[in-house]
């Protein structure tokens, strides 16, 4: 029996290693003029014995132990690894509550990577044709029937998702401003926009709570009245951001943008900012609209807010207000500080926080990276140099590269850089369950896309600390070096985009889902949603800054 065992497992070895490279399915790898070295350093395979005009390099292929494939029961109740694999059969946990296998036959293989790869390195993660395809449906969502209303995703059911929510309305908004440019080319968006936001700040709220607080609106501008987590006080933070830039660029303008600035922006601003600065003190729920607490992504977006209306304020030479915002803004920071562990090196999404739901280990989300990057005031607080930030981001994309998601391992197997990143660690909500498993987000990968493209920037313009030099010696290894560390942001920056790219390039036609699914790389949850097209697009925005 022995050897048969034996026998089984040494033939199930030689089956796998000859199928890695198998030169009868080959997907291109590389691109035109690659070397056999750089070739099989990045992963791949290398055969020059093709002919007919197939690729040298090309992507292992899936191995028989493929986990997105169908999984056929080989062990029984209580089989562990060992057991499992000296059975000749194959071994991935599929979480504690999930009804897949853990231990099954040998599968039959994907052809993974099937989709359409970036084709040589330092070429853009999207063309010019394919980019514009996004920002076409990025549109689509925005300023529905000319009113202003900024839908989450056109999705209205598992999950219903067609209402305007304040905090990503804001976000998007803010990236449409720096789409239009100094000549504010979608400025006709914005100006509805801004109606909108004067009608939703004095609706009725039949909630019991100021309706500046509530985080979401039907599309004909009602508040949502159904059970949800009140108040969300990231949203006027965000918001007055959107008015307040606006405003500032319009005050260099005609005497009636100006006028336009005191008598409609300048009023609306007033509000959401008066608004943060009698509830910063108290708590709220998060982005993620889960957890009741004290939230850094909340903090830092309403400080932005602050500082930046106290900027135009001073403009326009309302110095009291000014005074006033600076001076809540500045209690923030001390707030904001709290959120700091000098233990585990990170920054927690939140703290003081209702704690009966929700783990997330060591307090990590991705909440923070993206608190960094919507809240970045240009005074370099907490911004993506910051060392506590960094050390934040080196921990959360260690925490994603552990093993949870199978499509992260079956890519790295084949020689796919890049990291797929989730909100947080234990999520369980998979697009339409909450009492699922969760998933990489496609707006989360893409923020960690926009990180490595800023720091390209900083990189750019000479700015460049020691404590971000080691940062990206942790992130990309001891290779990197002053003279190519421009190119391996930018690099880096771009497998993430590729990520994202290489499950809605062929299928899906670039259309942005919520989520991809954790085993096969699948869109998942809202379909077209609203932050992903934003985030992916402020990312490549940051790219074209460094490439240009």
């Known amino acids: 029996m022995l050897q048969i065992i034996l026998i089984l497992n040494l033939v199930s070895v030689l089956f796998a290693q000859n199928f890695q490279c198998d030169k009868n399915r080959r997907n291109d790898c590389g ?67 999930s009804d897949i296998p853990w231990c099954y036959h040998p599968n039959t293989p994907t052809l993974q990577p099937s989709q359409i790869p970036t084709f040589s390195p330092g070429e853009v993660p999207f063309t010019d044709a394919e980019y514009n395809k996004m920002k076409t449906y990025f549109f689509q969502n925005i300023d529905i029937s000319n009113t202003g209303c900024i839908l989450a995703s056109p999705s209205t059911s598992e999950p219903d998702y067609y209402y305007h929510w304040m905090r990503d309305a804001a976000i998007t908004m803010n990236i449409v401003l720096q789409l239009g440019g100094i000549f504010g080319a979608h400025d006709g968006v914005v100006n509805n926009y801004v109606n909108w936001v004067n009608k939703v700040q004095n609706a009725r709220d039949p909630n019991g709570v100021n309706v500046l607080g509530e985080p979401k609106f039907f599309v004909e501008g009602s508040v949502y009245d159904g059970s949800w987590g009140r108040p969300q006080n990231d949203g006027p933070g965000l918001r007055s951001l959107v008015l307040s830039r606006y405003g500032d660029r319009k005050l260099n303008m005609s005497e009636s943008d100006q006028a336009y600035v005191r008598n409609t922006l300048f009023p609306s601003i007033e509000k959401d900012l008066d608004y943060v600065c009698s509830v910063y003190t108290e708590s709220s729920f998060d982005l993620w609209e889960e957890v009741n607490g004290y939230h850094f992504f909340t903090r830092m977006v309403q400080r932005n807010g602050l500082l930046t209306g106290a900027k135009l304020a001073t403009r326009l030479g309302a110095d009291d207000k000014a005074s006033t915002w600076a001076g809540c803004a500045k209690v923030l920071s001390g ?78 197997a084949a020689g796919i850089p890049g990291v797929y990143i989730g909100r947080y660690p234990n999520d369980t909500y998979s697009g339409t369950s909450t009492s699922g498993q969760g998933n990489p987000w496609i707006l989360a990968t893409a923020a960690l896309g926009e990180y490595y493209y800023r720091h390209a920037v900083a990189v750019k313009e000479g700015k460049v600390t020691p404590a971000m030099y080691k940062h990206y010696q942790n992130l990309l290894g001891k290779r990197v070096t002053h003279s190519n560390l421009l190119a391996s942001l930018v690099q880096q920056g771009d497998h993430q985009l590729n990520k994202i790219r290489l499950h809605v390039a062929r299928d899906f036609d670039f259309h942005l889902s919520e989520q991809l699914n954790r085993y096969s790389g699948k869109p998942q949850g809202a379909n077209d949603l609203t932050w992903s097209y934003g985030a992916t697009i402020a990312a490549m925005e940051f790219r074209t800054q460094v490439v240009n």
């Open 335 to 412: 707030m904001i500080d709290q959120h700091w562990n000098p233990n585990t090196g990170i920054i927690e999404f939140a703290v003081n926080r209702d704690e009966s739901n929700h783990y997330r280990y060591h307090e990590i989300d991705v909440a923070v990276l993206l608190g960094s990057l919507y809240g970045d005031a240009g005074d370099g607080f907490y911004d993506v140099h910051e060392e506590k930030v960094m050390s934040t981001v080196e921990a959360m994309i260690d925490v994603f590269t552990d093993g949870s998601y199978g499509i992260q391992t079956q890519e790295e």
């Open 31 to 97: 691109y035109f003029g690659v070397q056999q070295a750089e070739c099989e350093s990045n992963g791949c395979c290398w055969d020059t014995s093709g002919g007919d005009g197939s690729p040298y390099c090309f992507y292992k292929s899936a191995t028989q132990c493929d986990v997105t494939g169908d999984r056929q029961d080989c062990g029984y109740i209580g089989i562990d690894a060992d057991g499992c694999q000296n059975a000749g059969c194959c071994w991935a946990p599929s979480g504690d509550h």
